[in-house]
């Protein structure tokens, strides 16, 4: 595992390197070596956004409710649950603080909230979830020391019961924001909000297995009933995520006055063809057979890296498609400007920023796991 651990460190601060050369050029050169433009306004970061904010209510929701029910390894790791949780939330709050044309406004959604903004209504849920997230993490350490961790007389229990309704509502929340916009008949769907939700489940607890196939100290064996709980929880998820996907699909493609056709068709057969058919669906194939399998640690870890990785597919094919066709006929010839377009690619900038933000989450985690457990990448056997 040492090496593993060593190879992927390498790896990490190489990305790391890259996205600061990233990072550096948006800051010098704002938004002017973007992809993105006018007609279609949110790209990777956006994605990018989503998927971090989802994976953090995913893993405090499974991480949560494994603890509750006192399964083996999650009753006693709790503060990493709660850790990684909040690094999720942080690194999608960077991605989206990142494609913020103006970002220094952010705060005044926070000074002059108008709750009948979704924006900001997401906003105030997010800093609630995270106050919730440091509450629970101050009730625990005094819990482990004078009463059993899961008593019920005290504020611990309950709150993480508030913090499991907050890790559902704003992953659904997401979908929500997509749903109510009847301009965009591909976004207008009341699937949306389950799509999220179960994406963000999956996206939660492969991230949460990935993480404790990395701590030797985890006394459980692949078959044991935590490990089992996230497998299944993982599966599940996603055969309840491409069954409500073929459903959306199909109502898109089979319905004669559909207005949503070409952007499903965009996905199916479009220049980024590959993303959903060999990204999603082959990388979500691929992974539910290791995980299905999940003989060894290094076979459920590596399929839950993969769900976790290419389920950004699944928010890039919500948020793309959705802004590639004018409402107004004749608009995309109308005028004639590099960032009046369509058509979106994202551009190496964009790249180079998703690996420091990417880069960025996983620091965040593994920083959480030496403070908390003594992990580090060396000794990864004195974890306790």
């Given at each position: 595992m040492t090496r593993t651990l060593r190879w992927l460190a390498g790896a990490w601060t190489v990305a790391f390197v890259l996205g600061l050369i990233g990072l550096g050029i948006r800051m010098f050169t704002g938004e002017r070596l973007v992809g993105y433009g006018s007609y279609v306004p949110w790209g990777l970061w956006v994605a990018l956004y989503f998927h971090g904010v989802g994976i953090a209510g995913g893993v405090f929701v499974v991480g949560t409710i494994g603890y509750l029910f006192r399964l083996p390894v999650l009753r006693d790791r709790l503060p990493v649950v709660l850790w990684t949780s909040a690094a999720a939330m942080i690194t999608g709050l960077i991605a989206i603080g990142l494609d913020l044309g103006k970002p220094f406004r952010a705060p005044f959604m926070f000074l002059t909230p108008n709750f009948t903004s979704m924006m900001a209504f997401n906003s105030w849920m997010y800093m609630v979830f995270l106050a919730t997230l440091a509450a629970c993490f101050v009730l625990h350490r005094r819990a482990s020391t004078a009463v059993p961790p899961t008593d019920r007389t005290g504020w611990l229990v309950p709150l993480l019961c508030?913090?499991?309704?907050?890790?559902?509502?704003?992953?659904?929340?997401?979908?929500?924001?997509?749903?109510?916009?009847e301009a965009k008949p591909f976004w207008s769907s009341a699937l949306l909000p389950g799509l999220f939700l179960t994406s963000a489940i999956a996206g939660g607890a492969s991230v949460l297995l990935l993480i404790l196939t990395f701590l030797p100290s985890a006394p459980e064996t692949p078959a044991g009933r935590t490990f089992g709980m996230l497998r299944w929880t993982i599966i599940g998820a996603v055969v309840v995520y491409f069954v409500l996907e073929f459903g959306k699909m199909s109502i898109a493609l089979w319905s004669p006055a559909s207005h949503a056709r070409e952007p499903v068709e965009l996905i199916l057969a479009g220049p980024f063809w590959w993303v959903f058919w060999i990204v999603h669906v082959g990388g979500g194939l691929l992974a539910l057979a290791l995980l299905w399998q999940g003989r060894s640690r290094a076979m459920l870890g590596t399929g839950a890296f993969l769900i976790a990785l290419t389920f950004v597919a699944t928010r890039l094919n919500v948020l793309i498609p959705g802004q590639s066709f004018s409402e107004l006929k004749g608009l995309a010839a109308a005028f004639s400007h590099p960032k009046l377009s369509f058509h979106y690619q994202a551009t190496v900038t964009e790249y180079l920023v998703a690996l420091f933000i990417g880069s960025v989450g996983v620091g965040l985690v593994y920083v959480g796991l030496r403070l908390l457990t003594g992990f580090t990448i060396t000794h990864p056997e004195k974890a306790r």
């Open positions: 508030f913090g499991i309704v907050l890790g559902v509502a704003f992953p659904s929340q997401s979908g929500v924001f997509f749903g109510v916009v």
